[in-house]
């Protein structure tokens, strides 16, 4: 698939398709950007990537090297959910595709909002904030050595987990959540496990408020242990804008957050650097239903509206905002129309969804 055949702007953009339901919400997201931006006035070159199991069939590995080469060249990609369970060996023990994209680019921020939409159930109405997950180290054994795993075996019975934590990267991801937090309601949580781990996500905690309170007096600064703040967020989610943690807890916290807010099937996400961005939605490949037209693709379209917007941002590019925008206020509009798949009651189909976005995304 093409997008417009001059690129005058240098707006291109990668495209994963991935595994599973990626075959179907991901083409769908191309045609809702494609149109946006061209609606805000732009255009928009896709650059097709090959990953995961139709990669393994045509290059020999789920993660060729002529995608990440051309990757190097690109500033923003759209990656689809990819099942790596289902691969063959040697490649399902392997770091995931995606991982090997985030390691590569060093995309440090995850950045995972959770917002309750009009036409959808939501177990804490009114939830509109932001998990903003250090990506790069702390617990996940893939990404915290530069070589081999964090986890280790030194015999048969016995098994070994390190975290690391550095300053470098605790201040690093707290500008970004302190930067974000001054758009939004200007509120930042930290969120630790410093009354056990007082070394590694104390120093987390401590970086991160050392941060906010130097350079960013005007942003309200709080801290909750992980155990009580899966209560708060049950509790009054409402009540928080941008949550900041280490890599483990962001993780678990995004997914309950999503499913709090709504659904899993609506929950965005894009990982960044300084200089890239990829969308991700934050579910997975569902091969269950892969191929009968029922995905939902509003999580990886909200993840792309927030890939133009990060863009947008950078450039001063106002035609990438405007698009992002058009995007938003399309999907939410035909959820709140009662235009939704069936994971949120609905009786649309995936094409049928996609149509109504498209119209929506046009009209303006």
Known sequence: MSGATANISGRRIGVLIGDGIGHEIVPATQRVVSAAVTAAGSDVEWVELPL???????????????????????????????????????????????????????????????????????TVPGMDLVIVRENTEGLYADRNMFAGSGEFMPTPDVALAVGVVTRQACERIAHTAFELARTRRSHVTIVH???????????????????????????????????????????????????????????????????????LGTAPSINSSETKVMAQAAHGAAPDIAGHNRANPTALMLSAAMMLEWLGDRRADRHLAGAAHRIRDAVRATIASGVATADLGGLASTSEFTETVLARTLRR
């Open 52 to 122: 995961g199991l139709d990669a393994i069939e045509s290059h020999g590995t789920p993660i060729p090297d002529s995608t990440l080469a051309a990757l190097d060249a690109l500033d923003a990609w759209i990656l689809g959910p990819h099942d790596s369970a289902a691969y063959p060996e040697p490649f399902r023990g392997r770091l995931t595709p995606g991982g090997v994209v985030r390691k590569r680019f060093e995309l440090f921020a995850n950045i995972r909002p959770a917002r309750s939409l009009a036409g959808v159930a939501a």
């Open 193 to 263: 496990k410093a009354n056990v781990l007082s070394m590694t996500t104390g120093l987390f905690r401590d970086v991160c408020r050392e941060v906010g309170e130097r350079d960013y007096p005007d942003v309200r600064i709080d801290d909750e242990h992980v155990d009580a703040m899966t209560a708060h967020l049950v509790r009054r989610g409402a009540d928080f804008d941008v949550v900041v943690t280490e890599n483990m807890f962001g993780d678990i916290l995004s997914d309950l957050t999503g499913e709090l807010s709504g659904s």
